[in-house]
């Protein structure tokens, strides 16, 4: 069946995971697999790229650029169009691919296939909206103007659990602003990065500008590491880990260059006295436990007032201790495995550690007894302070804690590292106002009665502090993937210079 499925794709057993003009049949590096996180067993297998190859990719992406920079907006619009026609085209099986690289259940995997093709069509749009501005001069006969060129060819890099999304977000919006683009993606989604670029290489193509989509799988030495430090790229966007991106940040900084950086979070739902509760509970469920925990805007933490702590926990412990969990092929599951070992392995420590610091195991948190990075979500009873509610477990784990008065809920939101996604439940205009105030939520996402996750394309997506500050995909992220240029055209015949200096030779 699984074979069928990458056929369809196009995609074959042993893949290459090289791609700028043409597909590099010999990568140079060594051979992956790419291992399904229901059964464990592998679902195709991928050849990194060598550093030499690195090296001929950017080459040819940067001649790629220079004839992508100078061709009209709205045409790479129109390729970019294409794209979205040919991804509606695949959303089935491209989304069924997904679930069996990520183990994320089948309308999620969907699901993001859904948010490309949303990505695309917000970009066509955006093609002819790249818009500058005129600005008063000071001068006589003289005119001000700012203008947006293409940047350069830019590095994405992508982590597993949108192993799609997140370059469409990034490469979609860079495509049609004039940038070509260098994908670096997550060595456990491989599969999924080579299928995408198989389609959108092919649009590229037929279109007459291939080397505008380019793929680089490969090792951090080889990969990573020569594309932080590349000079010929201005910009990296990179998604993953707070640790990730302390060290992306620090090396291409180094070099001045721009980074958009979209990290950890540590996202918290407040339920307030006036809350619907049953809009809450599946809020927060959706939130905790969809995607297995496994989103950067998954709700890691609950932040309940005390007249209603034993309701919620009550209602949530209920709800986790039916939830199907399984395979995410099959109909009517709602929670799939982990990614891999080291993630089960990350939550039972945290657990663990929950519990010696004085929390309580309200509901789930063992391990299935199946093959497969299968865990039952984690509801934990916790206090504030506790250390393990600080970090971010990549993993469907949430703890609750109580709240007195709102002004102490927002405290305790706030007090972590990260800054990503917030969200509060409550009827009260005036709670819900303080809550999305310069003294409220801290984050780059501040929601109410929605959980913390499913944002949609059509705003800037990021968060602040820890998180990285970076935004990405709509409202005008676009501006980041473009350099601004600030110019003033003297169409008199005298040379007046600003601020009324005088300079005459
Ligand atoms: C991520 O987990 O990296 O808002 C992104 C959401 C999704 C994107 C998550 N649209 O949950």
């Not at 069928?4 to 043409?22: F, Q």
Request: charged residues 20%; aromatic residues 6%; negative net charge.
């Amino acid at each position: 069946m699984f074979e069928d499925l990458l056929k369809r794709l196009g995609v074959g057993p042993v893949e290459s995971g090289a791609c700028h003009v043409r597909w590099i049949e010999d990568p140079g590096g060594e051979e992956i697999a790419s291992l399904n996180p229901a059964d464990g067993r592998p679902l195709g297998r991928v050849k990194l790229a060598s550093r030499a190859v690195y090296d001929e990719v950017v080459g040819q992406a940067a001649a790629a650029f220079a004839n992508w920079r100078m061709t009209p907006g709205p045409r790479r619009g129109e390729v970019v169009r294409k794209i979205g026609e040919e991804l509606r085209k695949h959303k089935a099986d491209l989304g069924l691919l997904i679930t069996a690289e990520t183990g994320k259940i089948r309308s999620e995997g969907e699901g993001e296939v859904q948010e490309m093709i949303d990505m695309a069509d917000f970009s066509v749009g955006l093609s002819r909206q790249l818009y500058g501005l005129t600005i008063a001069s000071e001068r006589p006969r003289h005119r001000m103007m700012e203008q947006w060129h293409p940047l350069g060819p830019i590095g994405v890099i992508t982590a597993f659990n949108f192993p799609a999304a997140v370059w469409a977000w990034n490469a979609m919006v860079a495509a049609v602003c004039g940038d070509a683009i260098i994908w670096k993606p997550s060595p456990l989604a491989p599969l999924t990065a080579v299928a995408v670029q198989k389609i959108v290489a092919r649009v590229a193509e037929q279109e007459g500008f291939p080397g505008v989509f380019n793929l680089c799988l490969g090792s951090i030495e080889d990969v990573g590491e020569p594309m932080l430090n590349d000079a010929r790229l201005p910009l990296i966007s990179a998604t993953g880990s707070c640790r990730l991106g302390y060290h992306v940040a620090e090396v291409v900084g180094r070099r001045l260059g721009r980074t958009i950086l979209e990290l950890g979070g540590n996202n918290a739902v407040i339920v307030a006295p006036s809350a619907d509760l049953d809009m809450a509970v599946r809020g927060i469920a959706f939130a905790a436990v969809g995607t297995a925990g496994q989103r950067c805007t998954s709700a890691r933490r609950l932040i309940v007032h005390e007249s209603l702590y034993e309701t919620v926990v009550g209602r949530l412990a209920k709800a986790y201790a039916t939830l199907p969990i399984g395979n995410p092929w099959d109909d009517g599951v709602l929670v799939g495995p982990l990614i891999h070992e080291p993630a089960v392995e990350a939550m039972q420590s945290a657990l663990r550690r929950a519990v010696e610091q004085g929390g309580e195991v309200v509901a789930g948190g063992r391990r299935l007894d199946r093959p497969g990075c299968f865990v039952e979500p984690a509801l934990v009873r916790a206090k504030p302070g506790m250390a393990v509610v600080a970090e971010e477990t990549f993993a469907p784990i949430l703890y609750a804690i109580p709240y007195r008065e709102i002004g102490e809920a927002i405290a305790i939101q706030n007090e972590v590292e990260q800054g990503l996604t917030s969200a509060i439940f409550t009827r009260d205009l005036m709670e819900a106002e303080r809550f999305l105030s310069p003294e409220g939520s801290d984050c780059g996402i501040a929601n109410v009665n929605i959980g913390t996750s499913g944002a949609e394309i059509g705003g800037a997506f990021g968060g602040e502090k820890a998180t990285g500050g970076g935004r990405e995909a709509g409202s005008d992220s676009w501006k980041a993937y473009m350099r601004r240029q600030t110019c003033t055209i003297n169409y008199g015949t005298d040379l007046p210079l600003a601020q009324g200096v005088r300079f005459d030779v």
